[in-house]
């Protein structure tokens, strides 16, 4: 396997330690200021933050972005919906490829537990329609798709079956998501469902029912079972450690170099 890419969510207001313990564990950012509002209402904004992480020397062709996040959903059957969705999605990218990231997150707009046919049929065919004219109009970029609510990866699975022919395409697996929403008794299966499909993932820690993004190790979640799924089905992804502020990063890289679960 390549040597795996770890992300941390850099700091503003602490941003002279988030670089330190970036270059001491080699890691790399993951960008959640541009997500929700005011960074997806307000331009400005937008560009000052741009500006702001630009100035600061770093290589940034390695590093990704979470896109627009609350409210989007692209296979709205309401065409407005549709259309503010799409228009916040785009705009991420945008902002993507001012920044020169390699790739952007977003989630998948399904409704829990609406096990409708058409509903899910209509999902597949409209994300598989949309996502791939979104890799057409930005060539340079990665897309990510992240589970949230979902009980199983049967929808991320076939949506990556579908992609399979484009490469900047891949499931990003929160494996806290999966843990604390779907079963946590059935990890393995979500793990066998999407792996081949696996491009980025998420982790932190909880209590196997709410999603808390404590440190690393704090949980109830069990590394050793992560460690040992990801080694079984040759999941080869960069990995963000979807926790907040320089002591929560440094005790989760911590855990994860003592107890070797990357």
């Given amino acids: 396997m390549k040597d795996r890419i770890l992300e941390i969510i850099p700091d503003r207001n ?3 330690r988030t670089l330190k313990l970036a270059e001491e564990y080699g890691a790399v950012f993951e960008y959640n200021d541009f997500m929700v509002p005011p960074q997806t209402e307000d331009a400005d904004k937008r560009r000052e ?16 972005l979470h896109g627009a996040f609350l409210d ?14 799409r228009k916040r999605i785009y705009q991420s990218m ?4 001012e920044l020169g990231v390699r790739g952007v997150v977003f989630h998948t707009g399904l409704l829990r537990d609406y096990r409708e046919k058409s509903y ?4 597949l065919e409209t994300n598989a329609a949309f996502w791939e004219k979104v890799l057409e109009d930005f060539p340079g970029r990665e897309i990510y798709l992240e589970n949230m609510f979902e009980a199983d990866g049967e929808c991320l699975a076939r949506l990556g079956r579908r992609m399979a022919s484009f490469g900047r ?13 779907g ?17 980025h993932m998420h982790i932190n820690d909880n209590n ?52 070797h679960i990357l």
């Fill in 169 to 181: 395409f891949g499931i990003c697996l929160d494996y806290a998501h999966a843990a604390a929403f």
């Fill in 120 to 123: 899910l049929e209509n999902w």
């Fill in 14 to 16: 602490d941003i002279e």
């Fill in 208 to 259: 196997l029912k709410d999603d808390l993004h404590l440190p690393v190790g704090r949980g109830r979640i069990d590394w050793q079972q992560f460690r040992n799924l990801v080694e079984k089905y040759q999941v080869n992804a960069s990995v963000l450690l979807e926790v907040k502020g320089f002591e929560a990063q440094k005790e989760s890289l911590e855990y994860i170099r003592k107890n």
């Fill in 183 to 199: 079963n946590a008794e059935e990890l393995a299966g979500w793990v066998e469902q999407t792996a081949p499909y696996i491009r």
């Fill in 49 to 64: 933050t741009v500006a702001f992480y630009r100035s600061l020397g770093r290589d940034l062709s390695q590093d990704t």
């Fill in 72 to 85: 989007i959903t692209v296979h709205s059957q309401d065409p407005w919906i549709r259309r503010v969705s």
């Fill in 94 to 97: 945008e902002t993507a490829e």
